[in-house]
């Protein structure tokens, strides 16, 4: 069933980003995963549901891209160092808004199904969509947790589109874990590649 389900979400995906997949995994296998630190575990209702929220959850992070876009202030010069480090295509498109709190989306079942999996929104430092960084104000300074976004922002610009890349995001937040996917493993590596995180404070939490 999670098998038949997590196919219905690849299926319009090009063997390109497949390979994608394939090689961020073999990165971040080498570099310390640990499946064993959390399996997540959906039902098969809570599995059958994510299909029809994806269309939800794009049009959300359109939304959150747009906002950051038009409000949101240009990276500074630490930032656009490590964009180069990165290879960041157009880092001058990005745009950073610093928020009270990050904005879950509104449907509360994307909420629920995120936190079943690792993820929860409230408890984020940062998220990026496209080119578009929200962060929380007391992180706002944090070049470590801008420098995580950004490579999030590579993700994205190789993935093309907001709706491309969330529907692999959410694959692999479905069949590792918030902690343990590939595309948050990377980000996590590159970010103390750059910046060595100080003991007990996980990359991207407040
Ligand atoms: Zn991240």
């Not at 995906?13 to 959906?42: G, K, Q």
């Not at 990005?94 to 079942?109: G, H």
């Not at 479905?174 to 493993?185: A, D, K, T, V």
Request: glycine fraction near 4%; include cysteine; hydrophobic fraction near 45%.
């Amino acid at each position: 069933m999670k098998n038949r389900l997590l196919n219905a979400l690849l299926s319009d995906l090009t063997a390109n980003d497949i390979w994608r997949i394939d090689f961020l995994y073999s990165v971040t296998h080498d570099c310390s995963f640990e499946r064993s630190l959390f399996m997540p575990s959906l039902t098969p209702q809570q599995l059958a549901e994510i299909p029809t929220l994806l269309p939800i959850l794009i049009d959300w992070g359109e939304r959150m891209e747009k906002r950051a876009l038009s409000e949101g202030i240009a990276v500074n010069d630490i930032l656009r160092n490590a964009a180069t480090i990165l290879r960041i295509k157009d880092i001058g498109a990005v745009r950073i808004l610093a928020v009270p709190s990050i904005c879950e989306p509104e449907n509360q079942r994307i909420v629920a199904l995120a936190a079943a999996l690792g993820l929860s929104f409230s408890n984020l430092g940062g998220i990026t969509f496209g080119h578009g960084i929200l962060v929380h104000c007391s992180c706002a300074q944090d070049n470590a947790l801008l420098t995580h976004e950004l490579v999030h922002v590579r993700q994205y610009e190789q993935a093309g589109t907001i709706a491309r890349y969330l529907p692999v995001y959410v694959q692999q937040l479905i069949q590792y874990g918030y902690q343990n996917m590939p595309l948050e493993r990377e980000a996590v590596i590159e970010t103390a590649n750059m910046w060595p995180p100080p003991p007990h404070r996980p990359v991207e939490q407040r």
